[in-house]
């Protein structure tokens, strides 16, 4: 029976992935405004709704005037991150240059403005950072990952520094956000992680859950005005995020 709804799930994921992808080829090139907010909501929603998660938002409430020049950092554990992210406000992702390569979707991520990095290259990092706090001075919301890759959702990974860097520069308020994907008896939902398992792998097995409870929680934004550098803020960040995210585990294992 799980297997069916999984199927079934599936088809409605394709079928809400292809409302984005024909938005950005046929709307996009005539309306970007279109796209990045009426679409997005639109796609958004739909794709949440498709895997059958109930999806769950508190702390801090957004809107656009408090989002310009703003990062949005958040923990990573799942392919559904960044449709989360999206679902919250629009914003511009800093992402691996490697997902220029992925066909089709590489047009969706370049039509987000996501702006690509090659981790590799430690001297591009400077550019980048520039780059990014450019954006940033002119109003723009970016969105980051700060761990560098998916976790298994049993503790949040390191935060890497440099990239934070931007948000310094630009003198930018940061919004941590908190995603904590749970099961049954409100268990840590492990089947969403993308680490070290194939896409299509991680999304049957989000599919095949009968229950999954993702909660987004936003919390208080942090000056970067009171850090003097940019290691600093990555403590205080991950310490801000990997605290409530325990609460809301050890809660569910209680």
Known sequence: MRNLIAKIRFSAVILSMSIIVLAVLIIYPFSKILVRQTVRKLW???????????????GHKLNPIDLANSMIVANHISWLDTVLMYRVCFLQFVGK?????????SQVIKAGGTIFIN?????????????????????ATVGLFPEGKTSDGQ???DFKAPLLEAALLAKSKIYPVVLCYQKENRQIAHEVSFANVGWL????????????????????????????NREQLAHYLHQ??????LQLTQRSSC
């Open 201 to 228: 792998t991680t999304v049957m097995n989000t599919l095949k859950l009968t229950e999954l409870n993702i909660t987004v929680t936003v919390l208080d934004p942090v000056s970067t005005e009171q850090f003097t």
């Open 97 to 105: 240059i490697e997902m220029l390569k992925w066909p089709i979707l």
């Open 119 to 139: 981790r590799k290259n430690k001297k591009e990092l400077l550019t980048v950072n520039q780059q990014v706090a450019n954006l940033l001075t002119k109003g």
């Open 155 to 157: 503790s949040i990974l």
């Open 44 to 58: 958004t929603r739909c794709l949440i709704a498709s895997t059958g998660a109930k999806l769950i938002y508190q």
């Open 240 to 245: 801000q995020i990997s605290n409530h995210y």
